[in-house]
C-alpha cells in the first residue's frame, strides 16, 4: 500500500490552509481504501529560510536537524497532495523553501495538487508543475482548485460546495495510481 503525504502550503497563524488540508485527508480516507494518507503540516518542521551553501541535488546530506526530519518525512512518502493557497501569483514562501530544501527525497514519485485563492489559487498550481517536475516528480492533470470567495465563509471557515467531490477523487485516483506504478522505478 502506497503512503501518500498531504502536506501544507502555508505556515502563518491565520492560514486557513490547514483546514483544507484537515478536509482533503479525511476525504481522502473515506472514498480511497487503496492508500494510506497522512496529513505533513510543513509548519512543524520550522524550517528556515532558504540557504544552503551546497544546493540540495547535489548532496543528500541535510546538516540542519529540522530539515533532516523534512527530508525523512518526504523520504518515506510515495506521492504527496501540495495544498497551496495563492499569494502574489504565486506559492507561498514557506511551501516553496520546504521544497528547495530537497531534491532526491521527491525523485520518482507522484503528486497532485489542491489550490485555493480569489482566482482559485490557478497561478500558485502553475507555478508549482515546473518546480516538481524538475524534482521529477509526475504531477496528475486533475485538480483540485477552490474559491476563497465561495467555498470559505467570511474567508475564514472552510465550506466547500458538494460539487468539488468528482474532481477531489479523479486527483487522489491519479495520484495513488501513479504512485504505485512508480514504485516499480523507485525499486529498480
Known amino acids: 500500500m502506497v503512503k501518500i503525504g498531504i502536506i501544507t502550503g502555508s505556515t502563518r497563524n491565520s492560514r486557513v490552509n490547514l483546514q483544507v488540508a484537515e478536509w482533503i485527508l479525511e476525504f481522502a480516507k473515506a472514498h480511497n481504501n487503496n492508500a494510506e494518507f497522512e496529513l505533513v503540516d510543513i509548519k512543524e518542521f520550522d524550517l528556515p529560510r532558504f540557504d544552503e551553501v551546497i544546493p540540495p541535488v547535489a548532496t543528500d546530506d541535510r546538516p540542519n536537524p529540522n530539515v533532516k526530519r523534512w527530508s525523512d518525512k518526504v523520504k518515506e512518502l510515495d506521492g504527496f497532495i ?24 521527491f525523485f520518482h514519485k507522484a503528486a497532485g495538487i489542491v489550490s485555493y485563492g480569489g482566482q482559485l489559487g490557478i497561478s500558485a498550481s502553475v507555478m508549482m508543475r515546473p518546480m516538481l517536475g524538475n524534482l521529477k516528480v509526475a504531477v496528475v492533470g486533475p485538480q483540485v482548485t477552490f474559491s476563497m470567495n465561495t467555498d470559505f465563509e467570511q474567508m475564514s471557515k472552510f465550506t466547500p460546495a458538494d460539487y468539488h467531490t468528482d474532481s477531489v477523487n ?7 495510481s501513479w504512485s504505485e506504478a512508480l514504485q516499480t522505478v523507485r525499486n529498480k
Open 82 to 105: 501540495f495544498v497551496t493557497p495563492e499569494y502574489n501569483k504565486a506559492v507561498t514562501g514557506g511551501l516553496k523553501d520546504a521544497i528547495d530544501y530537497l531534491a532526491s527525497e
Open 170 to 176: 479523479n486527483m487522489l485516483n491519479d495520484v495513488v
